[in-house]
């Protein structure tokens, strides 16, 4: 049987009080189970640690040595605690999160949470940018941190997936396409596009726009676009009323539909991801730390098979905010 913290916090306590039933009231469990565990803790050490008697208990000579070093194990994972709290607290200050408008959904809510929960003493302030920015802020020093959708073709940056999805086109609800179990890119040949409109903010202007028009395509094809959108609700309103289609991540369809528009699986398109990126020269706790709680929840998301890292895109349907 392993030794467990519990077995040694109810033997110093045991110790200290000599006696089961003070120590019971102390550690909270009943005597029965307290008597219990410090029996299973002498058979894991291999030699009796008390002496029970009918005026209380006693330290064995076995027990004497051992209440040393049970003290120390216990004291040292008291300060081990204590120093992770000091270091959670220690960081502090004010951190700008970009977020780009093509994320959005579950997972980027539980990064910002899960920061928050974190480290309380870091004020968290989110800025939204539209699609025209896709490293949301992070090449002109506006935010600190970004939550976005790659590609972000530019020098500097530091970027870290978060969650990966498919990625689906969205229709308007009369489209002839509307009704398909899934649609490939040479089924949507020649059709109109609603696509972002060139980086403004720094990057390679055409990487992001070209990602979510499905360019390169094999063949060479060459998408026509219908209408270019800054904003979310812009791209939504202009594939509704039919300038064009799009393609967005498959977890929009559950975080922000809208009447007018169809969700329909892409195959052979590639998946996106949901990434954290911030200045690779940024060595701030607070940045690093973001960065690391973020890998953290991409962890636990990989572990319960989440694909829902967020609505929106060039071709997303999800909420600007």
């Not at 109810?10 to 019971?24: K, L, Q």
């Not at 550690?27 to 008597?35: M, N, P």
């Not at 976005?148 to 870290?160: C, D, I, N, Q, T």
Request: hydrophobic residues 50%.
């Amino acid at each position: 049987m392993d030794i467990e913290l519990r077995h040694l916090r109810y033997f110093v306590a045991v110790a200290e009080e000599a006696g089961f039933t003070a120590a019971a009231r102390r550690v909270h469990v009943t005597q029965q189970v307290l008597s219990a565990q410090v029996r299973q803790l002498e058979d894991a050490v291999g030699t009796p640690l008390l002496s029970r008697t009918s005026r209380g208990v006693v330290l064995t000579a076995a027990g004497s040595a051992f209440l040393d070093s049970a003290r120390e194990v216990l004291a040292g994972l008291d300060r081990g605690v204590a120093a992770a709290r000091n270091a959670a607290r220690a960081v502090a200050g004010r951190l700008v999160v970009g977020l780009s408008a093509a994320t959005g959904g579950l997972v980027r809510s539980q990064v910002l949470a899960a920061f928050s929960a974190a480290y309380p003493s870091v004020e968290v302030d989110l800025e939204v940018y539209d699609l025209a920015h896709p490293a949301a802020g992070l090449l002109d020093h506006g935010t600190d941190v970004a939550l976005l959708r790659p590609p972000v073709s530019a020098p500097g940056l530091a970027v870290e997936e978060v969650a990966a999805e498919a990625r689906v086109f969205v229709l308007a609800a009369g489209h002839p396409l509307a009704s398909r179990s899934f649609l490939e890119l040479a089924e949507v040949a020649g059709l109109p596009w609603v696509a972002a409109p060139l980086s403004v903010d720094g990057c390679v202007p055409s990487v992001f726009r070209d990602d979510w028009l499905a360019v390169p395509r094999p063949g060479g094809g060459v998408p026509v676009v219908g209408a270019e959108a800054r904003t979310i609700e812009e791209w939504r309103e202009y594939i509704v009323a039919g300038r064009g289609i799009g393609l967005c991540p498959a977890s929009a369809e559950a975080f922000s539909a809208r009447p007018g528009t169809v969700f329909v699986p892409a195959r052979g398109v590639p998946p996106t991801s949901l990434c954290v990126a911030w200045r690779a020269d940024d060595l701030r706790p607070a940045v690093l730390a973001f960065a690391k709680v973020a890998a953290s929840v991409a962890a636990g998301a990989g572990a319960a098979g989440a694909g829902a890292a967020g609505a929106g895109v060039a071709g997303a349907a999800g909420d600007e905010a």
